[in-house]
């Protein structure tokens, strides 16, 4: 198993985390079914460094409309993979 750091994400037009993305590395950029297939089966994990010095890790969560990724750096219920630029 492999730990890929996430720089940056896309986003569809609903700001939903369309995949991750960290430029210059080989899996880069990795579709979110690609990277919830990878967590799933334990292949690799992916996390996010926060400038605050916090690290989390991307989990899969199922929601209304399916299984989607999100971190969870704060207190809110947002999805902090939405604050990284876009990739």
């Known amino acids: 198993?492999?730990?890929?750091?996430?720089?940056?994400?896309?986003?569809?037009?609903?700001?939903?985390?369309?995949?991750?993305?960290?430029?210059?590395?080989?899996?880069?950029?990795?579709?979110?079914s690609e990277a919830i297939r990878d967590i799933d089966s334990g292949v690799h994990t992916y996390f996010v460094s926060w400038p605050d010095g916090r690290r989390t890790e991307v989990r899969v969560v199922s929601g209304p409309t399916g299984r989607y990724l999100r971190t969870d750096r704060d207190s809110t219920t947002r999805n902090n993979l939405a604050d990284l630029p876009d990739c």
């Open 1 to 32: 198993m492999a730990e890929r750091q996430v720089t940056r994400t896309g986003k569809d037009t609903n700001g939903d985390i369309t995949r991750l993305c960290n430029h210059g590395e080989h899996w880069s950029p990795r579709t979110k």
